[in-house]
């Protein structure tokens, strides 16, 4: 059983930077893809960012390219998102998680993912 924790989120102005960090614990975190997704209030949740077990893989969702990087550390079982040039619609918790990749270090995949942390709160003001 994987224990996920996120961390980071608060209230930010239009244009600031926020890093979130999702902290593991229970598992061998160099064995999980890890994903970052988020809801915004009133919308399904959506597919931000993964990365690879390796973390040399990663994608993004096209709203966030260019702004998002994604990063993992598996020393300190943690990973991250930075997020730049924040916007409104940025606005919603986010969630990170871990999909169990023992066979496949190189796969980011976007659904069925196996455990979830309890989501971080950002708040973006214009």
């Known amino acids: 059983q994987v224990q996920l924790v996120e961390s980071g989120g608060g209230l930010v102005q239009a244009g600031d930077s926020l890093r979130l960090s999702c902290a593991a614990s229970?598992?061998?975190?160099?064995?999980?893809?890890m994903g970052w997704f988020r809801q915004g209030l009133g919308k399904e949740r959506e597919f931000v960012a993964v990365?690879?077990?390796?973390?040399?893989?990663?994608d993004y969702t096209d709203s966030v390219k260019g702004r998002f990087v994604i990063s993992r550390d598996n020393a300190e079982n943690t990973v991250y998102l930075q997020m730049n040039s924040l916007k409104p619609e940025d606005t919603a918790v986010y969630y990170c998680?871990?999909?169990?990749?023992?066979?496949?270090?190189?796969?980011?995949?976007?659904?069925?993912?196996?455990?979830w942390g309890q989501g971080t709160q950002d708040a973006v003001s214009s």
């Open positions: 229970g598992g061998t975190f160099s064995r999980y893809a």
């Open positions: 998680a871990a999909d169990f990749q023992p066979y496949f270090p190189t796969a980011i995949p976007k659904t069925g993912y196996d455990y």
């Open positions: 990365t690879s077990v390796s973390g040399r893989n990663t």
